[in-house]
């Protein structure tokens, strides 16, 4: 793809937008920037706070730990960690520079503060509201609210004393948010093309960001003692080949992070696990293949490139488990690196989502490192198996002739099809 094609600025400017680092799971950091910012409008220290969260955030932060809270979980820790020690500029690391003082603030804070949460119901999947009050007669201000929809950084609307300082739209049903590059603009010919010849100065600082960060969280995760100690327990049962390897290396980055080590995490579709599986194994494949770094650059945009666009269809939160989208585009990554082409790398991903498609998202912690262990594996067998001459067919289930066709049903299963077992989920986590 020429530098001139209009696809080519598009296609980088989604690497930029999506290769972001996090410190923590993304949707308690993203209750937490709403609250830093709702107290930078609320010009004090808020003495009530009312969150409102839709189900899938709520699925989704309810029992993970937040980093920088001395091993607080939940959405009340998170309002509370960014309202303490918060910093809303720094984005999804907004809470990545607390002081040991600050950690103990946080649950002081939280002993004492009225935080209540309940559960939105806009008909959005992602939608996150913050409500701040003051006391004090003398406060720069009496109430605040911070909207963000969509996506983990978008806000959309502010509130200061009921008088509206910003107020933007979600995003229409399949349409691109707000300020971000239309990601129908992806397919799979495409992604092949643009990470086959881009010019690598124009995404290694990104990739240089993203092999740093999930390497030295993965090897974190197997050093310590983190979650269930997933991939170390892979690695004794399983042995070290790389395939283990791959899988193990993923599965302990994750554990780490869903934990609360606090090492930042470079994300994927707004999620760090899934910027873990996209990245992880390819690392450890590279290395063992012992592939240039050009090889591996390359291998990272089409996987980091196919797991979004297969995301794009489905929504960044669903019932529909998101590793398996990147297990299987890290498939297509290593089939690269082991000299596989396009049809190599398109197999991988339609043989990896028909064997894992069913795997359901009940929110983030421990266990998604065996899920990303498993899915992982998946796309790895998805390509051993078209390498090795076997493959499955369209009409096999919800798989279609060509890997387009695929990648438009797995988009239904997870957008629509699952949006029942997605409320069913949540209901089954807050004991409904």
């Not at 690497?15 to 930078?40: D, H």
């Not at 297509?332 to 049809?343: F, N, T």
Request: glycine share 12%.
């Amino acid at each position: 793809m020429e530098r001139t094609d209009e696809r080519y600025g598009q296609y980088v400017a989604i690497l930029e937008e999506e290769l972001v680092a996090a410190m923590g799971c993304t949707e308690p950091i993203a209750i937490a920037l709403a609250a830093a910012r709702a107290r930078e409008l609320l010009g004090t220290r808020p003495v009530r706070v009312e969150v409102a969260a839709s189900g899938s955030i709520i699925k989704n932060a309810k029992s993970v730990v937040v980093p920088h809270t001395g091993g607080l979980k939940g959405i009340e820790a998170a309002a509370a960690a960014g309202i303490v020690a918060g910093r809303a500029e720094r984005s999804l690391e907004v809470i990545a520079d607390v002081s040991p003082t600050d950690i103990e603030e946080v649950a002081a804070y939280l002993e004492r503060t009225p935080i209540t949460v309940e559960r939105a119901d806009t008909g959005l999947d992602f939608d996150i509201v913050v409500r701040v009050f003051a006391d004090a007669q003398d406060a720069p201000a009496r109430s605040a609210l911070v909207r963000i929809v969509d996506f983990h950084t978008n806000i959309v609307r502010e509130e200061r004393d009921g008088a509206v300082l910003r107020d933007g739209a979600p995003a229409s049903e399949g349409g691109a948010a707000e300020g971000m590059t239309d990601r129908g603009v992806l397919s799979m010919e495409g992604i092949w093309d643009f990470a086959m010849t881009a010019e690598l100065d124009d995404v290694r600082d990104l990739l240089d960001r993203q092999i740093a960060c999930n390497d030295a969280i993965a090897r974190e995760g197997l050093a310590g003692d983190w979650g269930a100690n997933i991939g170390s327990v892979m690695l004794g049962a399983y042995g070290d080949d790389v395939k283990s390897r791959a899988c193990a290396c993923a599965a302990a980055a994750s554990d780490a992070r869903m934990s609360g080590c606090e090492l930042p995490v470079v994300i994927n579709s707004g999620s760090g696990n899934q910027g873990i599986t996209v990245s992880v194994p390819l690392i450890v494949y590279a290395r063992h293949l012992g592939s240039s770094d050009e090889q591996l650059y390359r291998a990272l945009v089409l996987s980091n490139l196919v797991a979004i666009h297969q995301k794009t269809g489905i929504g960044r939160l669903s019932a529909f488990c998101g590793a398996v989208c990147a297990g299987a585009a890290a498939g297509a990554g290593i089939a690269y690196l082991d000299g596989g082409g396009y049809c190599e790398a398109c197999h991988a991903v339609v043989n990896a989502l028909s064997i894992v498609a069913g795997m359901v998202c009940d929110g983030a912690k421990p266990s998604c490192a065996g899920k990303i262990a498993f899915s992982v594996n998946a796309g790895i067998l998805g390509y051993v198996m078209y390498r090795d001459g076997q493959q499955f067919y369209g009409g096999d289930g919800i798989v279609k002739k060509g890997v387009e066709n695929t990648i438009d049903s797995i988009a239904r299963l997870g957008r629509d099809g699952m949006r029942a077992t997605n409320d069913e989920i949540i209901r089954i986590m807050l004991g409904a």
